[in-house]
C-alpha cells in the first residue's frame, strides 16, 4: 500500500474535515496505518480501550468486506451504534486495505443494518454515555451522499494512478467485469495456487480458503483463475481429482469408497456421479473396460495460458 499511502492519507483528511465525518485509513485486517482524522471524542475514548478497540477494528474491516462482496458502498451501524462506512481500497487489482469514515449518531429507527451485533456494554459506562450523547446528529441522507462521494473519489484516483480499466461484454450480463492485462505478480499467484491445488487436491478446498492465500479478493480471484486457465477453481479442482480417481482406479485394487476418500469425497455416491459425468462411466464399470483396454473419454486438467 506504500505507494498510495500519502494520496490516500490526504482523501482521507481533507473529506474528513470538509463532511465533519471521522475517517482513517487501515490494512486488510482492519489495523489502522494513518492517523485518526476529525475522531469523536467517543470514538477515540472507545478505540483506546483495549475491551473495545478490536470491535472498532472488526467494523471496519467487515464493512470494507461487505461493499466489496456487493460491489457498492454500504452504510451500517458499529458495535457501539454510530453509523459507519467502509471502502475497499483495492490497487492492481488486489484489495490492501479500506478507508473507514462516519461516526454519525442517527436516529435509531432508521434503517441502517448492523455489521455486529451492538455491544451495549460501550454506552453502559457513564463517561462513554456522556461523550456519546455528545456526538452531533446527523441526517442519514447526507451521510450517505458523502460515502457514494467519497467511494467515487478513491475509485476514480486509483483508476488514473494505477490505469485500470474494465471491459463489460455487450454479450453477456452486468457482473461481467474482466480486468485487462494481467501483472506478472497476480500470474505467479495464480501459479502458486494451482500448484498447491495439484498437491493437496484431496484436502477440502475451498475458493474462499484459495484466494485468502492468494492475497485476492474472492471475485477477482475467481475471474482471474478461470481467465487464466479457462475453467473455474472448483471445475479445476474437480478434474484434477477426477484425474487421480482414473490412475487409481488403474493401477491399484483399493475399493472404490477408498479411492473415492483419497482423492477429497466423504461421500461414495457423489464420487461415482461425479466421476460418471467425468468420463461417462461408473468408476465400477471404468475398472472393467480397463481390463478390456477400453478407452473412456479424456478429462482436461489445463494449464495456465501464455
Known amino acids: 500500500m506504500r505507494p498510495s499511502k500519502d494520496i490516500l492519507d490526504k482523501i482521507s483528511y481533507d473529506f474528513a474535515y470538509a463532511t465533519g465525518l471521522g475517517s482513517v485509513v487501515v490494512d486488510i485486517n482492519g489495523k489502522e496505518i494513518s492517523p485518526w482524522y476529525n475522531f469523536t471524542p467517543f470514538c477515540q475514548h472507545v478505540r483506546k480501550t483495549a475491551e473495545f478497540y478490536p470491535y472498532c477494528q472488526q467494523c471496519d474491516r467487515s464493512g470494507g468486506l461487505e461493499s466489496s462482496k456487493i460491489k457498492q458502498v454500504n452504510c451500517y ?19 490492501v486495505g479500506f478507508l473507514a469514515c462516519g461516526q454519525a449518531r442517527v436516529a435509531d429507527d432508521s434503517p441502517v443494518p ?4 451492538e455491544n451495549n456494554d460501550v454506552r453502559k459506562k457513564s463517561r462513554l454515555a456522556d461523550l456519546y ?4 446528529v446527523m441526517n442519514l441522507m447526507k451521510v450517505q451522499a458523502a460515502a457514494q462521494l467519497l467511494n467515487v473519489i478513491v475509485e476514480n484516483y486509483l483508476c ?7 471491459i463489460k461484454s455487450k454479450e453477456t450480463d452486468d457482473d461481467s ?58 471445475s479445476y479442482l474437480n478434474n484434477k481429482r477426477m484425474e487421480e480417481a482414473r490412475y487409481l482406479l488403474e493401477r491399484t485394487e483399493w475399493s472404490i469408497e477408498k479411492i473415492a476418500r483419497n482423492v477429497g469425497f466423504c ?11 467425468s468420463f461417462g462411466l461408473s468408476p465400477k464399470v471404468f475398472r472393467q473396460t480397463t481390463a478390456n483396454q477400453i478407452e473412456p473419454k479424456p478429462c482436461y486438467i489445463p494449464q495456465i495460458s501464455v
Do not use: W
Request: proline fraction near 4%.
Open 160 to 166: 488514473k494512478q494505477y490505469n485500470v480499466r474494465i
Open 177 to 234: 467485469e474482466i480486468y485487462v492485462g494481467t501483472p506478472d505478480i497476480h500470474r505467479a499467484k495464480i501459479e502458486k495456487i494451482v500448484n498447491y491445488i495439484n498437491k493437496n487436491f484431496s484436502d477440502n478446498l475451498s475458493l474462499e480458503q484459495m484466494a485468502t492465500m492468494a492475497n485476492l479478493s474472492q471475485f477477482y480471484f475467481s475471474r482471474l483463475f478461470k481467465r487464466l486457465l479457462g475453467v473455474g477453481f472448483n
Open 133 to 136: 450523547h455528545e456526538v452531533p
Open 77 to 95: 451501524r458499529c458495535h457501539a451504534g454510530l453509523v459507519d462506512f467502509s471502502i475497499p481500497i483495492v490497487i492492481n487489482d488486489s484489495m
Open 267 to 277: 461421500d461414495s455416491p457423489y464420487f461415482a456421479r461425479s466421476f460418471k459425468k
Open 114 to 117: 448492523s455489521i455486529l451485533r
